[in-house]
């Protein structure tokens, strides 16, 4: 047994790190207060910086490389992956064309992915594939709209094809 200096709770060895600098071979934050302590750390500009390089060595070395674009294949092929992807795509078009804006908060870019979610949800109501839409068009011949949530909805795929490019005003 043994106390976590965070938490001050005494909790068995299990619950500990190993860590050969120590006396006794073991962290001193049991593994639940040192999770929450590197996403802590990992927050910060000087962690969120390190994290990201040692992802980065990590993903590039010869060793791991083919391991890493296995792992991301199998990601991207389950649902929650897949749908991710489409959101990330349809931002990256938009970001292309500067459609996206930077005043956007995490819950508007959280509602952005859940209509290519939602999407993806009714697709077993239609016979037609359905597909996230701009209400105003991204690139349109007379009008340019935003990738916000308010100009997102869900067509079939044949209705969208219709639409083009074009603003349809009722």
């Not at 790190?17 to 006396?23: F, T």
């Not at 071979?25 to 990201?52: D, E, I, M």
């Not at 897949?82 to 509602?111: C, D, G, M, N, V």
Request: hydrophobic share 35%.
């Amino acid at each position: 047994m043994k106390q976590c200096i965070k938490c001050h709770q005494i909790k068995v060895l299990a619950e500990f790190h190993k860590d050969k600098g120590k006396s006794d071979g073991l962290c001193r934050y049991c593994k639940v207060c040192n999770r929450a302590h590197v996403l802590n750390w990992q927050k910060t500009p000087v962690g969120k910086a390190k994290h990201h390089a040692v992802a980065q060595a990590w993903q590039s070395s010869p060793k791991n490389k083919d391991k890493h674009a296995k792992s991301v294949d199998r990601w991207q092929k389950t649902p929650r992956g897949k749908i991710k992807l489409l959101a990330q795509a349809a931002k990256y078009r938009a970001f292309k064309i500067q459609a996206t804006p930077t005043w956007l908060t995490k819950s508007h870019l959280e509602e952005i992915e859940s209509f290519y979610t939602l999407a993806k949800e009714l697709q077993w109501l239609s016979d037609e594939t359905l597909e996230v839409d701009h209400i105003v068009p991204l690139v349109g011949d007379t009008v340019c709209g935003l990738h916000v949530p308010w100009n997102l909805q869900i067509l079939s795929a044949s209705l969208n094809r219709k639409k083009s490019n074009k603003l349809i005003q009722l």
